[in-house]
């Protein structure tokens, strides 16, 4: 994985694993991340998902009815080529923002970007509004807050 990953981005994506294990899936799709980025509750990521309502038990709930369950504990092979994309694209947003490291925030932005994307569709067949939480991640980027603590 790329270095420019923080550490936060890097559990979220652990955790993304952990979910697909957990669910008996065996793959890592968008739908994973999604919920590694929920789970990883101090990163700015998740933040914004849960400002937005999109809580851990609800994305739990709605993987679970999209996706179903398997047989925890299911060896899980890697990332799907949706995925591998959608990292693709937070890489994409943190080069366009010129940004030094690709955080969950990116993450959070290359699901967004990718409308197509099981995790995209789940979001929206929620209420979600990509647009809008995509705004307010760019949001952040510019509050005082942010900058200080992308500083430190």
Known sequence: MNDRFTEKARSAIEK????????????????????????ETDALGSRVLRENGFEEDLVMDLIEKAAGR???????????????RVIEIAVAEANRLRHSYVGTEHLLMGILREPESTAAHLLTA??????????????????????AAARS
């Open 16 to 39: 993304a694993r952990a979910a697909a294990m957990e669910l008996g899936h065996s793959y890592i799709g968008t739908e994973h991340l999604l919920l590694g980025i929920v789970r």
């Open 126 to 147: 929620a209420g979600g509004d990509l647009n809008k939480i995509y705004t307010d991640v760019f949001t952040r980027f510019t509050s005082s807050d942010y900058r």
């Open 70 to 84: 398997g047989a925890p504990g299911m060896p899980v092979q890697g990332l799907t080529p949706r995925c591998r």
